[in-house]
């Protein structure tokens, strides 16, 4: 069995429960690093400020705006009036720490153990945000284009002829499209969002598995049980879809890792180089940027390399793993 194969890889499976710890912990990232209460409880009532927005007034203050837990003054409301559970890092990815006594960046201490970046934000806070971030990224960029990449390779293959030359020619020239200079232009008429770079990249990173699914059909369409499932009169999407596609995704699917790690440099990168997301995002880019700005701040650059190189490698480590568990000469 492959499964078999894959868990008998020592290599590949550390990495795998290596990135699933990395992904529980930035998926728990509110709960680990946050400036609002876990839970807390006032005047013998519960409040859970993580999930809820409550206002100022609700805790005593005297403003209808959401309520500030590092106040002095609604801190020691709650506090005499019941308690307060904090995270263990008491800071969210934006959260600056105006009650540092040092200029920004500020070096690791117990307050904030990789130090803060130049505007004075908890680099923890950022890395496990901004892994989360840059995961969910890469996972729907590589999910939705590898869709649109099959699909496409499979129509080329299986019907071949003029339809698979005239596609063949368009990916041709599509793929010759200036990517950078694209980005460019876009980032300076629109904002980039989450979703505006969801959509450039994903227009230029669904031809990764064409050529590969193309093949595939190419040689499965002139099989036996291809031909006699035609002579039947079953449909031709149907014979794709349950008949050609099962073994063609077992080539595919070995690559999807190293697409995953792809769509995760591409976001880092874009971050880097001032055209992915803002401030208001967790960027593991801007860290990056930081690092290369702030040489006498060695804990952001060092920070930011460890965490990249842990995921990236992991990836490549469960790709290969994948790829040696359903490799048909290594059974």
């Known amino acids: 069995m492959s499964l078999d194969r894959y868990i008998r890889n020592k290599r590949s499976k550390a990495a795998l429960f290596a990135l699933a710890f990395i992904l529980l912990l930035s998926f728990m990232a509110e709960i680990i690093a946050n400036d609002k209460p876990i839970i807390l409880k006032y005047q013998g009532e519960y409040f859970f400020p993580i999930a809820k927005v409550y206002t100022d007034a609700r805790f005593g203050g005297d403003f209808p705006t959401e309520a500030n837990y590092k106040d002095t003054f609604i801190k020691n409301n709650i ?152 002579a039947i009169g079953v449909g031709n999407f149907r014979i794709m879809w349950r008949h050609i596609l099962p073994n063609a995704l077992v080539t595919t699917i070995t690559f999807v890792p190293f697409i995953l790690a792809g769509g995760i440099v591409a976001l880092t990168a874009l971050d880097f180089l001032g055209l992915g997301l803002g401030d208001n995002y967790p960027s593991l880019g801007d860290l990056v940027r930081q690092g290369k700005d702030n040489l006498q701040a060695p804990w952001i650059g060092l920070s930011i390399f460890f965490v990249l190189s842990a995921m990236l490698t992991a990836l490549i480590f469960i790709g290969e793993g994948v790829r040696d568990a359903m490799d048909k000469r290594k059974r």
């Not at 699909?151 to 020619?169: N, P, S």
């Not at 876009?186 to 904002?191: L, N, T, Y």
């Open 79 to 230: 506090e005499e009036n019941g308690f307060m559970l904090m995270p263990l890092i008491e800071f969210s990815f934006n959260t600056v720490d105006y009650e540092l006594n040092q200029p920004f960046p500020a070096p690791p201490s117990w307050r904030h153990p990789l130090g803060t970046d130049e505007e004075g934000r908890d680099i923890v806070a950022r890395l496990l945000y901004g892994i989360r971030l840059s995961f969910l990224f890469a996972f729907v960029l590589t999910a939705i284009s590898s869709v649109l990449g099959i699909f496409v390779g499979a129509v080329q293959g299986y019907f071949g002829g003029k339809t698979d030359i005239i596609l063949q020619r368009v990916i041709e020239i599509w793929d010759s499209m200036p990517q950078m200079f694209v980005l460019i232009i876009v980032a300076s008429v629109f904002i980039p969002t989450f979703w505006t770079l969801l959509i450039i990249l994903l227009l230029f990173s669904w031809t990764e598995l064409t050529g590969m699914v193309r093949a595939e059909f190419l040689r499965a369409r002139n099989f036996e049980y291809v031909k006699a499932a035609k």
